[in-house]
C-alpha cells in the first residue's frame, strides 16, 4: 500500500513545490510591480520644488517625444525621460507636444511640464526688425503701421523707456567686431540686423540688441564681408553704409545693378545723386524734405558716402557691395509703371525719364 501510494504523495508533493513557486513569481511580479509604480510616480515629481528662476528650452519642430524628454531631462527640467515618455503614452498626449520656446521651470511636475507643451503656450518674447528699417521715423505712418525699430520694440512689448536706454546702452565691445570704424558718436543706425528673434520674456532691449548684433557678426563673417568690401576700396563700415542705401533704393531684387551704379559713381568722384539720403536726414531732423538740403547726407550735394548708414540692410543689399552687377551703368530711376530703368550716359537717362517718369519723378 505504502508503494501504491508513493507516486501519489510525490505528485502532490510537487505540487506544493510549484504552487510555492508560482506563489514566489506572483508575489515578486507584484513587488516589481509596486515598486516600478512608485519609481514612475517619484519620477514625474518636480525635480527640485524651491527652483524659482525659469530654464530657457527650445524645442525644435519636428523633435520627436523622445528627443523632447532627452531635453527637459538634460536641462534639468524633469527627472527622467523615461516617464515621461509612459505619461505622454498613457495621456496619448505624445503628437500634440508642441515645438517653441518655453521657459519652464524645475518646481514644475512632469504633468504640468507636459500641459505646457501641449498648450503650446510658449513663453519667448518675439520682436521682428525689418531689412529697410531706420531707428525711429517721425514723418512715418501711424503708429500701427510703423515698421521701424522703435515700433517693432513697442510692439513687442518694451516701453518707450526701456526702448530710450537699451539704444543709448554701451555696446563698446563690439568696436573690435561689428562696430569696426564706426564713429564712437554714432548711432546704432544701420546695426539691427532684420530677422525674427525669439527670446525670453524678461529679455531686457539691450538683450535683444546683443543678439541682434551677434546675428549680424555670423553674416558678416560667414559672407565674408570685411575682405569683400575691402576689395571694393571700402571698410565695413562703409560697406554696410552703402548697403543701406542700396536697400532704401532698391525693389523687385535689383539691387546688384544699384550697387554697380553706385560704386561706379565712387570710383569716379560722381555724387550717389540718391534722394532717400537726403530723406533719410530730413525725417530724422524733423525738417522738410528738400532736394537741396544742405547736409553731408544729401548725396545730391556731396560727393562720397553719407557719414554712416541710413537704415538696416538685408542681407540682399550687404552681398550686392561685394559682387555687383557686371554692367557699366551710371543712372537709373524708377518708372511709374514700377519697373527700374538703367541707362549708361545722362542723353539715355533723360530720355527714361521723359518716357518713363512723369509722376515718380516729380515726387521728390
Not at 523707456?161 to 573690435?176: F, H, K, P, R, V
Not at 570710383?267 to 537726403?278: A, C, F, K, N, R
Not at 551703368?329 to 524708377?334: D, G, R
Request: aromatic share 10%; with cysteine; charged share 20%.
Amino acid at each position: 500500500m505504502d508503494k501504491l501510494m508513493s507516486p501519489i504523495r510525490q505528485q502532490a508533493k510537487w505540487k506544493r513545490r510549484l504552487l510555492w513557486i508560482l506563489a514566489g513569481i506572483v508575489t515578486v511580479a507584484i513587488g516589481v510591480f509596486i515598486a516600478s509604480w512608485i519609481w514612475y510616480y517619484q519620477q514625474l515629481r518636480p525635480v527640485d520644488t524651491q527652483a524659482s528662476s525659469p530654464v530657457q528650452v527650445t524645442i525644435e519642430s519636428g523633435s520627436t517625444p523622445g528627443v523632447i524628454a532627452q531635453l527637459l531631462q538634460d536641462e534639468g527640467v524633469i527627472r527622467s525621460h523615461t516617464a515621461f515618455l509612459v505619461y505622454t503614452n498613457f495621456e496619448g498626449v505624445q503628437g500634440s507636444l508642441q515645438a517653441g520656446q518655453y521657459e519652464l521651470l524645475a518646481s514644475y511636475s512632469t504633468q504640468e511640464v507636459v500641459e505646457r507643451l501641449v498648450d503650446g503656450k510658449t513663453t519667448a518674447r518675439s520682436v521682428t526688425f525689418y531689412p529697410g528699417a531706420t531707428l525711429a521715423n517721425i514723418n512715418d505712418k501711424e503708429a500701427d503701421d510703423r515698421r521701424d525699430v522703435a515700433a517693432s520694440l513697442l510692439n513687442a512689448g518694451y516701453s518707450q523707456a526701456e526702448i530710450d536706454a537699451g539704444l543709448e546702452a554701451d555696446y563698446s565691445a563690439y568696436n573690435a567686431t561689428l562696430f569696426q570704424g564706426r564713429p564712437d558718436s554714432a548711432d546704432l543706425e544701420g546695426y539691427i540686423y532684420p530677422e525674427t528673434y525669439l527670446l525670453a520674456s524678461n529679455a531686457t532691449v539691450e538683450e535683444v540688441l546683443r543678439h541682434s548684433f551677434d546675428t549680424f557678426w555670423a553674416i558678416v563673417e560667414e559672407e565674408g564681408l570685411v575682405a569683400g568690401y575691402e576689395a571694393q576700396g571700402l571698410s565695413l563700415y562703409e560697406g554696410i553704409t552703402l548697403a543701406s542705401i542700396i536697400q532704401k533704393e532698391s525693389i523687385k531684387g535689383d539691387e546688384p545693378k544699384i550697387a554697380q551704379v553706385f560704386l561706379a559713381r565712387l570710383e569716379i568722384g560722381m555724387p550717389l545723386g540718391s534722394d532717400v539720403t537726403y530723406q533719410y536726414i530730413a525725417d530724422k531732423t524733423g525738417v522738410a524734405r528738400d532736394i537741396n538740403l544742405d547736409s553731408p547726407y544729401n548725396t545730391r550735394r556731396y560727393t562720397g558716402l553719407t557719414p554712416g548708414p541710413i537704415a538696416s540692410p538685408g542681407l540682399l543689399a550687404l552681398r550686392a557691395v561685394v559682387s555687383p552687377a557686371t554692367t557699366d551703368h551710371l543712372y537709373f530711376l524708377y518708372g511709374d509703371d514700377g519697373v527700374v530703368y538703367f541707362a549708361q550716359t545722362l542723353e539715355e537717362h533723360e530720355a527714361n525719364t521723359a518716357q518713363h517718369c512723369q509722376i515718380q519723378c516729380q515726387a521728390l
